[in-house]
């Protein structure tokens, strides 16, 4: 269900990321409220998004001196030019699929397989040391199961929240407003639907956790 007013948190938030647009529309899509997608403010970013998706996903450096270390440090460069956060040490295979791209904050020490997609209409906030498998999803955008606001362009979204040291396996799916907790293991193929608590290991279709596993101190 929307929420039917702004959420302080999310907007707090929100300030602190990069390439982040103004306006109502953008206010009540991160606060998990219903809004138009179609206002040029929002329209506008996602055009951008499609422009930089492209880009990143088919040029492959020509110089026959390119070394892993050299895409690696160019593509840290353009993930910095479309995420709302980027730490350090962090690589994501192409291709690579974002819905704006400024919603999503990644830590430090995170590596993504290829073909990882985030529609981020809330905000997408992932730890450090984190793994995903290939084919990963995190849907943060949803819809009304009422038929009329669909026809009308109307929709909402819930934040995802993805905590340190976490593995996220091939094929995940993420639904919105999941936090996963800190040391989880997602198996493949999981749809998570719910909240996963820390230091679990969760599989299934929707995902259950089914062991716990021994936490370890935070990394200085």
Known sequence: MAAQQKDPEQLALARTLNHTPTGEQYERMISGMLYD?????????RFKARRWCHEYNTVFPEDPQATFETVAA??????QEILGHV????????????????????????????????????????????????????????????????RENIEYAKPVVIGDDCWIGGH??????????????????????????????????PARVVKKVTPVEPQS
């Open 37 to 45: 997608s179609f206002v040029p403010e929002l329209s506008s970013v």
């Open 74 to 79: 160019d593509r840290h460069k353009k993930l």
């Open 87 to 150: 730490g350090e040490d962090v690589f994501v295979e192409p291709p690579f699929r974002v819905d704006y791209g400024c919603n999503v904050s990644v830590g430090d020490r995170f590596y993504a397989n290829f073909n990882l997609t985030i529609l981020d209409c809330g905000i997408v906030k992932i730890g450090k040391t984190v793994m995903f498998g290939p084919n990963v999803s995190i849907m943060a955008a949803t819809h009304e199961t009422e038929v009329q606001s669909r």
């Open 172 to 205: 995940v799916v993420i639904l919105p407003g999941v936090t996963i907790g800190q040391g989880c293991t997602i198996a493949a193929g999981a749809v998570v639907t719910k909240d996963i608590p820390a230091w679990s290991v969760a599989m299934g279709m």
